[in-house]
């Protein structure tokens, strides 16, 4: 299969030199880094789009064609680079490489790590050693986050870089009376009317959101992204519903449109799962396992790819925290029982990010063999549901 990707990649390359060599394509020949620029963040996005509908069950192939055509911008810039004597696409490939061996000592190395915590604290470290010997400046915690990258995105990481650091909030509820008292100055600009106060402080508040949403281990984008969604779909309906009904859109009354979207509203929340599970309103919840041992190997491993926690009990008890629910699972002496777990993931991103590292994981991990994952409801608001038999 390398053996596979390796060949193509090398037709794609030399595909785009003859798109840019003299009798080409007229369009890429006039191409720069600058006019490429729109480009590549459009295909990202497409990308983003096509990982979204794979989670709502549609096509994997219409993701593989958009990662090829986000490729394709790769190999464009290549290109562009080796004309100019810079670099050539090998360089890429190499460079990435050597920078994910080295940023992986505790795999390619001797290194000994416990958790995903303190792979982000050693990957920490190896990049700041990286960028000092690349500037000879020792730099800034904040550095590597991109200046143009969606501001709510930016700021999650900006705040995620300070708390590696210990400036952080200590609990939720410090970052919840922040986000109260950016609200207030809020409503005293919006009462001055001075536009600049106003956009000063809503920033603030966007800022505080963003902080918030990374405390709870809920990414802003993928949030924001499907709030848009659910937008976008509820909307529709309502166009639907008036021309079902014979009225023009132009001349819908407001009450009209809101009972339109009410209905969209109510038919979304059919889709839920109807099953009697925990919910994140329960604090926590004893599960029985017959083999402790085995459970705990299984969720050391699911915690790191769904970023929840597991925390330090003695044993035999094991408490793994989602974040919104606490799962203890206790010895049981009457078999190994049944247990099923409801968590809600942030995202229809959050989903298909569980579902294709889950799957990768039930292959690996011995106890997965006992345990199996299944996903349901509308795009935005799927299920995880662990099952142990």
């Known amino acids: 299969m390398a053996k596979d990707a390796g060949k193509e990649l090398l037709r794609l390359c030399d595909i785009m030199r003859r798109l840019r060599a003299e009798g080409g394509c007229p369009w890429d020949r006039a191409q720069d880094l600058r006019s490429l620029r729109p480009y590549l963040i459009e295909e990202a996005y497409e990308v983003l789009d096509e990982m979204d509908r794979v989670a709502e069950g549609g096509s994997w192939m219409a993701l593989c064609e958009e990662l090829g055509d986000l490729l394709f911008q790769i190999v464009f810039h290549a290109q562009l680079a080796t004309e100019l004597g810079e670099f050539e ?39 700041a050693a990286e960028r000092k010997k690349k500037t000879g400046r020792e730099g800034s915690v904040l550095d590597g986050v991109p200046t143009f990258a969606p501001a709510l995105q930016r700021a999650e990481r900006l705040t995620e870089k300070a708390s590696r650091v210990g400036f952080d909030w200590p609990d939720l509820a410090g970052v919840r009376a922040k986000l109260d008292e950016e609200l207030r100055e809020l409503e005293e600009a919006i009462a001055s009317k001075d536009r600049d106060r106003i ?45 079902a009904q014979g009225i023009p859109f132009g001349e819908a009354s407001l009450e009209q449109m809101e009972a339109l979207w009410q209905k969209a509203k109510a038919a979304e929340v059919g889709l839920a799962p109807a099953l009697d599970l925990p919910r994140a309103t329960v604090p926590a919840l004893v599960l029985p396992c017959a083999d402790p041992s085995r459970t705990a190997a299984f969720w050391m491993r699911a915690a790191d790819v769904l970023r929840w926690r597991v925390c330090p009990r003695t044993s035999p008890v094991l408490e793994v925290d989602t974040g919104a629910l606490l799962l203890r699972f206790e010895p049981s002496t009457e078999g190994p029982g049944h247990a099923a777990v409801c968590a809600e993931l942030p995202s229809s991103a959050a989903v298909q990010a569980a579902r294709s590292k889950l799957g990768a994981l039930g292959a690996r991990v011995e106890a997965a063999a006992a345990a199996s994952f299944r996903f349901f409801g509308p795009d935005d608001n799927a299920f995880l549901v662990y099952a142990r038999d």
């Open 89 to 127: 696409m090998a360089d890429v490939c190499r460079a990435i490489g050597d920078k994910i061996e080295s940023r992986h000592p505790h795999v390619f190395g001797e290194t000994k790590v416990t958790g995903a915590e303190e792979v982000l604290q050693n990957w920490a470290k190896l990049k």
């Open 199 to 243: 956009e000063h402080e809503l920033g603030d508040v966007l800022f505080s959101i963003a902080n918030l949403a990374r405390f709870i281990q809920t990414p802003p984008e993928d949030a924001l992204r499907g709030a848009n969604a659910r937008f976008t779909r509820r909307f529709h309906e309502i166009e639907a519903g008036l021309r």
